[in-house]
């Protein structure tokens, strides 16, 4: 049954969930000025699959009950599925301006149900059966599920077995008859505090001597040795700020990052879909990524789309924007949001269905996708910048625009003043001139940054990352071939 997104906030509030923010335990952190706006980002998932007009994105028949479900909690059934993915991560991203977080569940969803099935096939576990029943509790009750991946990995050169702390990778420290326990912490979890349930998976290829780190399990976020230490992001206490307003930039939605530890957390076998199988871990790390990968293409795209908007409306609020360097800045800005929409529905549309039947993306294309997103944005926000000018960054504070102190000759007061000399074209106010630099400045290095311009370097993984797949998956020696043929080279 599909939740509102009121219903999804109130089941939020039965969740005894641990979160630290700032070296102190937060107690209500739903209405927590900082933590809300990320909610409001995932809330945003239910109510738009509830809204007529955009069912046909949002929701799907799920294969496993045939009831209607959040596309958020799908296994794709076909490259439809697949490109509809993209289009509702567009969607949401335009709607949000943020990193709604919801996907990652979504593609650990996808990763999980056909690496299971290929476990099983080779070792006669049962685990396939056992996400399916998982997933199925998921549907039911419309839950949003944090898939957990990325460890805090220590000292990069060696494997997890060999760190000198052996719970940088999480792992198994007990087997037991009724299920295992496991230690070890995930870091930068998207959506952590807000989801119902953790879905882990291991970070890396592992060998045989690293099988204790071949894990995954769903545990519910508030299970009994599970906590959370919220990731600060850049300009974060501006909204505690009383009355703060325009110089949020973005003051409904944001995004959520959280360091999120295994304090010798129980699992019931029953939510354990890999144990010590470390030659899976691979597959599974792959898949996860490569379909996260593609869904960059959807929602970074989204975003892309909102800055376009205000960095085109900057242009008018300052009065330049017939000036031609200007429009082809936009058309710069275009050509480059689209290319990564092109590149998210092409690994889409490449699709191929999996020995367990869901679909996966072309991984090669999805790999080039994310590439790609390591490095547009970039380019993207440098034009908002640009277009916007400095004031984005030199301007005084909402309270100094609304100030009555006086400070003029003539009694004129500081808000006075400063509508008076931060006045653009007199196609809008002073008020949205600030309100539009202020959310260009939020995306650019504000509470946003982290789910537009640094996330599109790391999240889904970093560069490097993608250049061992684009490596592993470019055939050069079949392109080697082809050009022999060509030469005359026998
Ligand atoms: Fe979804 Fe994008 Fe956020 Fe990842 S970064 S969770 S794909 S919105
Ligand atoms: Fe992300």
């Not at 046909?56 to 799920?62: C, H, I, N």
Request: hydrophobic letters at 35%; charged letters at 25%.
């Amino acid at each position: 049954m599909l939740m509102t997104g009121a219903q999804y906030i109130e089941s939020l509030r039965k969740l005894k969930t641990r979160v630290y923010m700032f070296g102190e335990k937060v107690d209500n952190w739903i209405d927590h000025p900082i933590i809300r706006p990320s909610i409001n980002s995932v809330k945003m998932t239910y109510d738009l699959a509830l809204d007529p007009e955009c069912a046909d994105l949002m929701t799907a028949k799920s294969n496993i009950t045939g009831e209607i479900i959040n596309r958020f909690n799908h296994l794709h059934q076909s490259t439809d599925d697949l490109r509809k993915k993209v289009k509702m991560q567009r969607l949401l991203g335009q709607k949000t301006a943020s990193c709604f977080q919801r996907c990652v569940g979504m593609d650990a969803f996808n990763a999980e149900y056909s690496t299971t099935y290929e476990i099983d096939k080779k070792y006669g576990t049962e685990y396939h059966k056992r996400f399916e029943k998982y997933l199925k509790y998921v549907q039911d009750n419309d839950l949003t599920v944090d898939g957990a991946m990325t460890d805090p990995k220590g000292d990069r050169a060696k494997s997890p077995s060999q760190q000198e702390d052996p719970d940088l990778f999480v792992r198994i420290v007990e087997k037991r008859e009724d299920g295992i326990v496991v230690r070890g912490a995930k870091a930068h979890q998207t959506g952590s505090i807000n989801s119902h349930e953790h879905l882990v998976m291991p970070t890396i290829s592992l060998t045989e001597s690293d099988k204790a780190y071949a894990v995954s399990f769903a545990v519910p976020s508030d299970v009994d040795g599970l906590f959370m230490i919220y990731g600060r992001q850049s300009c974060d206490t501006r909204k505690m700020e009383e009355g703060a307003d325009i110089d949020l930039g973005n003051k409904q939605y944001g995004g959520q990052e959280a360091l999120v530890v295994f304090d010798d957390v129980f699992v019931p076998w029953e939510r354990v879909f890999m144990c010590e199988e470390w030659d899976f871990a691979g597959m599974l790390v792959e898949r996860f990524a490569g379909y996260h990968r593609q869904s960059y293409g959807g929602c970074k795209v989204g975003v892309g789309d909102v800055i376009i908007g205000a960095a085109a409306l900057a242009a008018d609020y300052n009065g330049a924007n017939k000036a031609s360097h200007i429009k082809d800045k936009l058309i710069e800005m275009t050509h480059l949001n689209e290319t990564l929409y092109c590149c998210g529905i092409a690994c889409s549309a490449e699709g191929y269905p999996t020995e367990a039947g869901n679909y996966q993306i072309d991984m090669l294309l999805a790999n080039v996708c994310k590439q790609n997103v390591t490095r547009f944005p970039y380019e993207i926000v440098r034009l908002a910048e640009d277009i916007a000018g400095g004031l984005m960054v030199t301007m005084p504070s909402e309270k100094d625009f609304k100030s009555n102190l006086k400070v003029g000759r003539n009694g004129e007061t500081i808000g006075d003043v400063c509508n008076k000399y931060f006045k653009g074209s007199p196609v809008t106010s002073t008020e949205n001139r600030m309100r539009i630099l202020r959310f260009i400045e939020n995306v650019a290095l504000g509470t946003a940054a982290v789910g537009y311009r640094t996330e599109s370097l790391h999240g889904a993984g970093s560069p490097q990352a993608q250049r061992i797949m684009i490596a592993r998956q470019g055939n050069i020696e079949g392109k080697k071939e082809l050009a022999k043929k060509i030469a005359g080279i026998k």
